[in-house]
């Protein structure tokens, strides 16, 4: 496609025959949507569904998302998901939305992200410090079905999405652009464009500014449409780009003040980071369920394949627990859940990472009992990293842990108090989501203080029998490991630049994200303690921490004999029954029996 001018037109941002917003009628429970959206989907395994893996990987060899998928969507009103309620739609808790995600993030998560999740993440800055009129404008935008595109700015670390870079003027009460950003996911088809765009030259904090454009207000002269670019990960979403060359933008486009640009970035960061993370979780899911299936080829499973997919399934709920617990700080701590935000980032991929390649051992030796489950499992792999999920990713997160390691170990491990139990109860309610209320700094560590206290009950009140035990022990090794990252914290200064770049802190920094884990998994399971269902039941949880345990080289018991049995059940019954490998056991629409 050649470099064109850019002019938005009703066809551009909306797909024919999307409806206006949102379905009439009160509002269902997100339960009740998310499984209304999961079984308009189809089960996805089923050759003859045109919305299923069949199709949607066709679509990805043409480089194209799948235009049936892309048409429930707009049926569903799902752009509504994306707005806050007091905007007109339909998005009330972070927690709640990931929900809505993970039915697309189970089929495609180049689906996800080409439909609508960046369209939230462009967005984002403006719900948070948009004047009432810009809030307005992309809400309109996003519930009647339209698409929003994101520049990023440029970043040391960035992948080919986040290098190029706009720069902004003052001139005559507006502003001229000049720059280019080749990689937008979107921008042909924008409503609405929110650019990340350089102010002032000098470097720091105030060096950036957010700007709302209207591509199709902007001087056709002045700003060109660059050709698509091809792409190894997320192939069906269309990378296009800008130019703009001497572009006059009114000074009404400007999104909060001048210079906080960077200050919105990564408050909104922690919004992105959290739900790509916990909706991909799903993503996973699905490769789980086509090791199930081959490994069943055989009718029992062999001890090493129950022994990798119960470890994978224990990882699973393990990391939907950080997840859940920092989704819902978003609401309930928003002041301190940047710090948890960017670990879940940069930890519970790498987890989900090493999963799939264990997966792909039971995949192959079971022959890949469908022909979708290579395509699927290889697709994934691919469009990981092109969603944030690799260096990129762990690079950018890592700079936020690092500088509060020193800071953490003087005033928070130890002397916080425990974080409200709602962290950690998917049934309980939490406070409509502001996102202009994250902030980017301070609040303790909430996780770290659950970790504490959670081993300090343990220590006094286990379950009985191998199971309690186990969990004692397991709960004060984490916890000691806790007190040796603070020891070593400590010889640290605050504001040492070479202290806080060398290796040696950011393998602290990774010790800290896994303790983190480590606290959401066991207080998930202290809320469930004694209640009904397989999260009450230790296994999972001992299993999880065996398995966290290892990463951070701590000695710790084996887990009971038993132990990857009754995950394993657990496993197979859900499969059978069709119903999610998460926290929610959700019902799915694939059927489960081979």
Partial sequence: MPDTAVRATASDVRRPGALPGPPSGALPAVRDRAER???????????????????????????????????????????????????????????QLMRMLRPVFRRDVALAFGYGITSLFAAAPVFAAGSPGQRESVARLLVSGGRAAI??????????MLRGELSAMEYSGGFVLDGRKDV??????????????????????????????DPAQLPPDAVRLLERQPTTGMRGCRFAGYAFDECEVPGDALVGGLGSGVRLALRTFQLNRTLITGAVIASVDTVLRAAVRAALVGATLGRRQRGVLAGVFADLLAGDAMATAVLRALSLLPGAAHLAAAELKYLVPDLLRDDLEELATVLGAGGYSRDTDQGTLGKLLRDLPAAGLGHAGTASCQAVVVPQLPVLARHAWGREGEPPAALFDTAAPV???????????GGGDFLAASLTASAARLAGSAPDGPYGEALRTMAAAFHADLLAVREACLLIEPGDRAALASPATAALADRHSVLSAAGAALAVWERHRGTAGFLADPAWLVLALHRYGRRLGLVLPPPPPDCVDRVAEELLARFRAGRSFDLHDAPLAEAGTP
């Fill in 431 to 441: 406070p409509h989501l502001d996102i202009g209320a994250l902030e980017v700094a």
């Fill in 184 to 213: 937008v996911i979107n921008a042909e088809r924008a409503g609405a464009v929110v650019a990340h765009v350089r102010t002032d030259p000098a470097p720091g904090p105030a060096s950036h500014s957010v700007f709302l454009l």
């Fill in 151 to 160: 520049v990023h700015r440029s970043l040391a670390h960035g992948t080919a």
């Fill in 37 to 95: 959206l999961e079984l308009r989907f189809g089960d996805p395994c089923d050759p003859a569904n045109p919305l299923g893996f069949r199709a949607l990987l066709a679509a990805d060899g043409n480089s194209e998302l799948l235009g049936a998928a892309e048409e429930l969507l707009d049926q569903e009103g799902f752009g509504a998901e994306l707005v806050p309620l007091a905007l007109g739609g339909r998005l009330r808790d972070a927690d």
